[in-house]
């Protein structure tokens, strides 16, 4: 089969790799939909030492794609025959599967080490992709694979850290950063009921936050996003804010809207940030969290949460590419001007 590769220097692959075979307590998925995340172009970016470092977590080149979704094709050897055939997202981490975050179903938070597939372990961005059965989430009947590969990280991680921040209908909700996981924030904090402000410095991706659900949407390249927030608060700031950006400007924005007793989220995978933690946090008794992706239960929740609710996630899912379009694909997703890609099989 063909897998994507990245090598870094916003340069990849299509390589030949041999079809996998489950093992004990494995199973073969053959992919229908595998997202591109922003979490993508840091490998895809990568420079230096970075870039030689890549694929070195599995012994060799290692296949993209860390959003996938398909149907059980095949299952090892201790794995219940009726998986075959079911239609299933993946959550796409593997820790040592016996420590209490594992059996939580937050493998990734395992202290004895991680496999995260289409990073450290061959992943989504190929025909099949072999991981441990318990990594698979079902996907509703509801939804589509391409939904379903959505939810597996960018609008699950979203939707885990809406919950974190509790969002419902009394707040005001100021999102920074208007990718695709910023995307989804506005769209399932509106689902929420929550009153949605969305910053960003691209207008492509400010129409498409106005389009799925944002009240009012702010420009950080014309107007200091702080200001504007409060001014649209009557002064008191949002009750709940969230930085999906991964920018020190992102994240020291998110801090300063909120209001007093505001609850806050970061989101955004990035770089140093300096924190005033007197001025910025304590004395507006603020609630930080740190929110990284999902639970495996938590991803099932999300999908259910979409499908029941019937949000429009397909709007996300602004591009489509075949595997053969990859060079393409990779270099409009790193223009960051899009919604969200996803290869199709």
């Known amino acids: 089969m063909r897998g994507i590769v990245f090598l870094g220097n916003r340069k990849l692959e299509i390589q030949e790799f041999p079809d996998p075979t489950p093992g004990p307590g494995e199973v073969v998925?053959?992919?229908?939909?595998s997202g591109m995340c922003g979490s993508d172009l840091h490998p895809y970016r990568a420079a230096g030492n970075a870039a030689a470092a890549l694929g070195l977590g599995a012994g060799g080149p290692v296949i993209a794609g860390h959003e996938p979704c398909g149907v059980a094709a095949a299952v090892g050897a201790g794995v219940d025959p009726a998986l075959v055939g079911q239609r299933v997202m993946n959550h796409h981490y593997k820790g040592c599967g016996a420590c209490r975050h594992c059996r939580l179903g937050w493998s990734q938070l395992c202290r004895a080490g991680i496999t995260?597939?289409?990073?450290?372990?061959?992943?989504g961005h190929a025909r099949y992709m072999k991981a441990p059965a318990f990594t698979c989430v079902p996907l509703p009947e509801e939804l589509s694979f391409e939904e379903g590969a959505s939810v597996s990280c960018g609008t699950g991680t979203a939707y885990g850290a809406l919950k974190r921040i509790d969002v419902s209908g009394r707040d005001t909700l100021a999102v920074f950063g208007q990718g695709p996981v910023g995307l989804s924030a506005t769209m399932l904090g509106r689902a929420m009921g929550a009153r949605v402000i969305a910053v960003d410095i691209v207008p492509e991706r400010l129409a498409l936050a106005r389009e799925f659900g944002a009240e009012h949407v702010v420009n950080a390249k014309d107007a200091d996003p702080v200001k504007a927030i409060h001014e649209l608060t009557?002064?008191?700031g949002a009750e709940t804010t969230m930085d999906c950006s991964g920018s020190s400007e992102g994240r020291l924005g998110a801090l300063q809207s909120a209001g007093t007793w505001g609850r806050v989220a970061f989101v955004g995978e990035g770089g140093q940030t300096t924190?005033?933690?007197s001025k910025h946090m304590l004395r507006r008794q603020l609630t930080v969290h740190a929110s990284w992706t999902f639970s495996a239960v938590g991803q099932e929740e999300?999908?259910?949460?979409?499908?029941?609710?019937?949000?429009?996630?397909?709007?996300?899912l602004t591009h489509r590419f075949r595997l053969e379009q990859a060079d393409d694909a990779y270099r409009l997703f790193d223009t960051q001007t899009t919604g969200k890609g996803v290869f199709v099989f």
Do not use: S
Not at 29 to 33: D, I, Q, R, S, T
């Open 116 to 123: 995260v597939y289409g990073m450290t372990g061959h992943g």
């Open 29 to 33: 998925l053959e992919m229908k939909a």
């Open 302 to 316: 999300c999908a259910r949460f979409v499908a029941d609710r019937k949000i429009p996630l397909k709007r996300l």
């Open 275 to 277: 924190i005033d933690v």
């Open 234 to 236: 009557r002064g008191e």
